[in-house]
């Protein structure tokens, strides 16, 4: 284990097998229409190449770059960028994929965006949701884990850029994550 995990929330093989099982479910709720995936950079990188590889619907991968100015003046608000071409949204249907699923913000404003841009339904997927700390009404249709308010690192999710690597998704020591919790 990394040294500066405290604990592990999600082993390599736990994660495995649940993406597994999310694809059955995925597969199940939307059969095997045409289907854009997007991966919201850079944390779900990890997750949505695994993911993807148990999909058999016929499908397009793009990425959207998000990020939010938290504890800032401007606390709440996002950025986005790198937003997919309008041909890969209007008309289709999206399965938006994001490593987390904290206050709700991130994936809320892209929601609205790619129902904006004309998708014909958006669904939300996260390998992890953190129900405790919600801050705006969101919820995604598939979820890998649900978990306790902690501030996780590993399969993809980072602190201040580093961990994303890990293979497992684990708990940072407090003394490596001083500022994680106001993050
Ligand atoms: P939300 O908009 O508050 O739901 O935040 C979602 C984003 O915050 C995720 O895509 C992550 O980048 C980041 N985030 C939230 N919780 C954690 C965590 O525990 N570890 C690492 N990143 C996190
Ligand atoms: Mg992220």
């Known amino acids: 284990m990394h040294p500066h995990i405290e604990r592990v929330l999600c082993t390599e093989s736990e994660i495995q097998a649940r993406i597994a099982d999310l694809a059955v479910e ?17 944390g779900a990188v990890v997750f949505v190449s ?5 999909l058999r ?7 959207v770059s998000a990020s939010s100015y938290r504890g800032g003046t401007t606390s709440g608000a996002l950025e986005l960028d790198f937003l997919p071409k309008r041909s890969s949204i209007e008309g289709r249907r999206v399965l938006l994929v994001d490593d987390i699923l904290d206050t709700g913000k991130t ?9 904006g841009n004309g998708a ?4 939300g997927c996260v390998l992890l ?17 649900s978990i ?24 940072l020591k407090p003394e490596h994550a001083a500022a994680a919790a106001s993050n």
Do not use: Q, W
């Open 148 to 171: 306790e308010d902690a501030f996780v690192v590993g399969y993809g999710l980072d602190y201040r850029g580093l961990y994303r690597n890990l293979p497992y998704i684990g708990v």
């Open 107 to 115: 994936m809320r404003a892209l929601m609205d965006e790619f129902r």
């Open 57 to 63: 619907a016929p499908l397009e991968l793009a990425f």
């Open 120 to 123: 014909a339904e958006v669904f």
């Open 129 to 145: 949701d953190k129900p405790s700390r919600r801050v705006v009404d969101c919820g995604a249709e598939f979820v890998g884990f």
């Open 26 to 42: 995925i597969s199940g709720r939307l059969g095997d229409e045409p289907l854009t995936v997007v991966g919201v950079l850079n």
């Open 50 to 54: 695994d993911l993807i590889r148990h």
